[in-house]
C-alpha cells in the first residue's frame, strides 16, 4: 500500500511539531513516511510513538528505528495510555469520486471530509494529559461546523496557529487543548 509521502500539509504541521515536542511523550498519529515523529524525535522529544492504519508504513517505520503500531486512530493504544503531545495530518478532504482508493486511504476523511477527524477527537481528549496538546491539520475544504460543534461539547479549545494559502485550498493548524477555568473558550 502507497505510503504517503510529504506535502505541503506535512511540512507546514512538521514546523509547529519542532516548536512542541520538546521534553514530551509524543504519539504521531497516521505516520505515514514518519515525518512529523522523527521531527518530534530530532526536536528531542522525551518519547515517540507513531501509528498508522497502513501495514508498509508500519514496516517502514520501523526499518527507521521509529516505535511504531498498526492502529486504526487509538484502537491499539491502551485505554490509560496519556501522552502530552499529540499530532495528526489526517485525511480530510471530501470524497473525490475520480480519486482511486489507495491514495483516498491517505487524503479522504469520509463523505463530508471531517469523519475521520471526528472520530479522532473523539477518542483523543481520554489520551492527552491534563495540559495536553493536540496539533491536527485542516483544510479549507474540510467542514468546520462539526468540529467545533464536538469541540465544544467535550470542552475542549482550539485556536489556528499557522496557515498556509496554496492554489487550490488553504491549510491550517489547529492547537487544541482541554479548556481549564484558567482558559475559558476564546
Ligand atoms: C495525510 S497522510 C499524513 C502522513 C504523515 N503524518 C505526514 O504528515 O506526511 C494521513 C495518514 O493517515 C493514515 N490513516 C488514515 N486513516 C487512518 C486511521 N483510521 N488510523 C490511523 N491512520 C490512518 C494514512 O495511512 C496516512 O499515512
Not at 507546514?12 to 511539531?17: D, G, S
Not at 510513538?49 to 503500531?69: C, P, V, W, Y
Amino acid at each position: 500500500m502507497l505510503i504517503y509521502q510529504p506535502r505541503e500539509d506535512s511540512y507546514l504541521l512538521q514546523k509547529q511539531v519542532k516548536k512542541y515536542a520538546k521534553n514530551k511523550s509524543v504519539l504521531d498519529i497516521g505516520s505515514g513516511s514518519g515525518i512529523q515523529a522523527l521531527s518530534a524525535i530530532e526536536s528531542g522529544a522525551k518519547s515517540v510513538l507513531a501509528t498508522d492504519i497502513n501495514d508498509d508504513a508500519i514496516s517502514f517505520l520501523k526499518s527507521q528505528n521509529i516505535n511504531a503500531i498498526k492502529s486504526n486512530l487509538f484502537s491499539k493504544i491502551k485505554k490509560t495510555e496519556k501522552f502530552d503531545l499529540i499530532v495528526f495530518n489526517p485525511p480530510y478532504l471530501p470524497r473525490e469520486k475520480k480519486e482511486d482508493k489507495e491514495s483516498a486511504l491517505s487524503t479522504t476523511g469520509g463523505k463530508m471530509g471531517d469523519e475521520i477527524i471526528l472520530r479522532f477527537l473523539k477518542q483523543a481528549k481520554s489520551h492527552i494529559n491534563k495540559k495536553g496538546i493536540i496539533l491536527i491539520v485542516l483544510s479549507s475544504l474540510t467542514p468546520k461546523d462539526r468540529i467545533i460543534n464536538l469541540l465544544k461539547n467535550k470542552k475542549m479549545k482550539y485556536k489556528v496557529i499557522s496557515r498556509q494559502h496554496l492554489f487550490f485550498e488553504t491549510l491550517e493548524v489547529w492547537e487544541i487543548k482541554i479548556q481549564t477555568n484558567k482558559n475559558p473558550p476564546h
